[in-house]
């Protein structure tokens, strides 16, 4: 797909992934909105980087009606969906299940992914073209101990992904998920402070740069799933 006049809804793109793909989307002239919880974070964000922010929850049904209503009315056309909102919670063995922090990491990164998904598939299916981008994690690859509440999170949104492979692609939609590694983002801290840049670990750009290089490729080709690791993150 070209980029240029494209037009991208971006999920928590006031900061981290979704920050650093929008800013790139934005420098090759894509047309770029962005959703996040904190208004005036979001406004910002989108200012600096010349997107149009949405102030809605992923979690919530009205506010994803409330995206598409005013990304639509915006931009008129719906080219790309990358579902990148995501939350981390709940770490800690299974003696200690925490079914408060499991209900919210799902209601983000599994139900608000999915009610973001099914609404751009409904557009894409009627025009017959579209991206879905789905940022899951090496969590969704393999569990670990502590994570049973996020990697099981990231593990159904893979599981939803090559689902919706299996829907769309008659209807000319890629649907791509993307898994990365350790990036030095505010994700996990509570006082949502971006990471110091480590050397030696991954960057939001080098997640932002696979992003775009699987859209990038003509559209009749259609790369399923693509994982990230820093080179020697030791
Ligand atoms: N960082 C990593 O090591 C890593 C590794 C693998 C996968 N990932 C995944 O990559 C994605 C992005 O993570 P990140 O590291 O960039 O995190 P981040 O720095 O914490 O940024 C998350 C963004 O999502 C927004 N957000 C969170 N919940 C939201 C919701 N319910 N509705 C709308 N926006 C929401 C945040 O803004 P507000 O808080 O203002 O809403 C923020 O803009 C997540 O899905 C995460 O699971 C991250």
């Not at 037009?7 to 894509?30: E, N, P, V, Y």
């Not at 990304?71 to 719906?78: V, W």
Request: aromatic share 8%; glycine share 8%; hydrophobic share 40%.
């Amino acid at each position: 797909m070209n980029i240029k006049n494209s037009a991208f809804l971006i999920t928590g793109g006031s900061a981290g992934i979704g920050k650093a793909t929008a800013k790139m989307l934005a420098d090759k002239r894509g047309r770029v909105a962005i959703t996040g919880r904190d208004k005036s974070k979001l406004e910002k964000v989108a200012n600096e980087i010349g997107a149009f922010p949405i102030h809605a929850d992923a979690a919530k049904e009205e506010d994803v009606n409330k995206t598409y209503e005013l990304f639509l009315k915006e931009f008129g056309k719906l080219d790309c969906l990358i579902n990148n909102a995501g939350i981390g919670g709940g770490w800690g063995e299974i003696t200690e299940l925490d079914m408060n922090a499991f209900h919210d990491v799902y209601a983000v990164n599994v139900f608000g992914a999915a009610m973001m998904g099914s609404k751009a598939a409904q557009i894409f299916k009627k025009q017959n073209y579209g991206n879905i981008v789905n940022i899951a994690s090496t969590a969704a690859l393999k569990g670990y101990a502590n994570g049973t509440v996020y990697a099981s999170s990231k593990f159904a949104l893979r599981g939803m992904t090559q689902c919706w492979q299996a829907d769309l692609r008659k209807y000319n939609v890629r649907v791509i998920l993307i898994n990365p590694s350790e990036v030095t983002t505010a994700f996990g801290s509570s006082e949502r402070v971006e990471r110091e840049e480590v050397s030696n670990k991954l960057r939001s750009e080098e997640i932002a740069h696979t992003i775009l290089s699987t859209l990038e490729m003509d559209s009749r080709g259609f790369i399923p799933e693509v994982t990230v690791w820093a080179t020697n993150p030791f």
